[in-house]
């Protein structure tokens, strides 16, 4: 049986104690418990901006907005992943082009991408299979030769490391799932983080169409790390 909210972990403890010292679980803006979870996410992971969502999905669909998407674009998106690290990309009407996995890892096949690159090629879109990363530095050079996004879909690789760095750490945009079977969870949530802040901005009028929006769109950079 499933039961919302899911009571993993003695999470529901923890929301039961939050609401009980006077808390609101809806938080309008970037503030309270939201920025502290943005704020140490962004630190650990070294980047400069973080939106949390509701989930790992509008996370992906988020980024995929953020880009901007044309009509007849393109992704490469690895073909063995949770359905959303694609199905996410056709609501703006991204055409998917799925890229063969490694039989061993399951992740992305670099050797099989470039020949798959056309001239309405956005992005590469990355999955690391139960933790194991991809070979980013690859996918990044492949992306940096022929001018592409880099999106890592990180929802199987919270604090997974390639090469001494942190999933999350390579991509123009990376995502994570927070969904109650993941490494790291919130009962559902999921959050993206980027350096860009055109991107950032985008994701965040996406979702977060009033007090937030104002506050981003008002005063560029406001939420730089360390800004209040
Ligand atoms: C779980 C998962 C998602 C979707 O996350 P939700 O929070 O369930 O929407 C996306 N991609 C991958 C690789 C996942 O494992």
Same mark, same amino acid.
């Given at each position: ?5 899911? /009571?993993?972990?003695?999470?529901? /403890? ?31 992971? /070294? ?53 063969d996995v490694e039989p061993d890892t399951g992740n992305i096949d670099v ?23 991809c070979d ?93």
């Open positions: 049986m499933h039961r919302w909210p899911p /009571d993993i972990l003695g999470l529901g /403890d923890a929301v039961k104690k939050y609401i009980d010292d006077g808390n609101s679980l809806s938080i309008r803006d970037r503030s309270g418990v939201i920025k502290e979870l943005e704020d140490r996410f962004a630190a650990i992971h /070294d980047r400069k901006y973080a939106l949390t969502v509701s989930s790992g999905t509008m996370a992906l669909c988020s980024a995929f907005f953020a880009m901007d998407p044309q009509p007849g674009d393109e992704i490469i998106c690895t073909a063995f992943s949770f359905h959303s690290t694609a199905s996410s990309a056709r609501i703006w009407g991204l055409n998917v082009i799925f890229c050797s099989k991408l470039e020949r798959l690159i056309t001239l309405r090629t956005k992005a590469v879109v990355s999955n690391d299979m139960w933790g194991h990363p980013k530095d690859v996918i990044l050079a492949i992306c940096r030769k022929y001018d592409l996004l880099y999106i890592e879909d990180c929802s199987h690789a919270h604090f997974s490391e390639y090469k001494g760095k942190y999933s999350g750490t390579f991509g123009d945009i990376a995502c994570w799932s927070f969904q109650s079977l993941k490494f790291l969870s919130g009962g559902e949530g999921g959050i993206l983080l980027t350096d860009n802040f055109a991107f950032y901005e985008r994701a965040v009028l996406l979702g977060h169409y009033s007090w937030r929006s104002l506050q981003t769109a008002a005063t560029p950079g406001f939420t730089e790390l360390g800004a209040s």
